[in-house]
């Protein structure tokens, strides 16, 4: 009886967050957040560069949030190097697979105001997944947090968005 309580429990529960989810859409992006927890800024700069970014409500996260940013690679641009993200940045980087993503570089800097930065640079291959076409950096800025709670919220909603997105382009 206990565990169908538990199951019946847990179901209600993801059905609440997916009543929560709202869905963002582009022309290029596509992912789902709650809009009782970010509030979302779009600057679409040019017809090349989708910009999306989203803020955390919660006093109880502190500094938090999600920029995503999806940029066409013109004629002569390439995808940034390891090496060239080093010298930019003067962190360690490393290379592998994120969110279905294969060849990403991943990095993480730390602020002067104690909050932490990771980036995902993400490169989107064409149809045939032989040439890049696209940049999607992925930019996630948290502050420390003691409450494990609190955390595990945070990084929950942090998470629902980061895996619900879609490059459609």
Not at 4 to 26: D, F, K, P, W
Not at 105 to 129: H, I, N, Q
Request: with cysteine; aromatic share 8%; net charge negative.
């Amino acid at each position: 009886m206990k565990k169908l309580i538990a199951i019946l429990m847990a179901a209600l529960l993801a059905l609440s967050t997916v009543a929560l989810a709202e869905t963002y859409r582009s022309d290029d992006i596509t992912f789902e957040y709650d809009e009782k927890a970010f509030e979302i800024t779009v600057d679409d700069r040019t017809d090349d560069e989708t910009n999306v970014v989203l803020y955390g409500k919660n006093e109880a996260w502190g500094l938090t949030f999600v920029g995503i940013y999806l940029k066409d690679l013109n004629d002569g641009e390439k995808f940034p190097t390891m090496q060239e993200i080093t010298d930019a940045h003067d962190t360690t980087v490393t290379q592998g697979d994120w969110n279905g993503y294969t060849d990403v570089l991943m990095y993480t800097v730390e602020r002067e105001d104690g909050a932490t930065e990771s980036f995902f640079t993400v490169p989107v291959k064409d149809d045939d997944g032989k040439e890049i076409e696209d940049l999607l950096t992925v930019q996630i800025c948290t502050s420390k947090i003691d409450d494990e709670a609190v955390l595990q919220e945070r990084d929950d909603a942090i998470s629902a968005i980061v895996d619900s997105l879609k490059v459609d382009d």
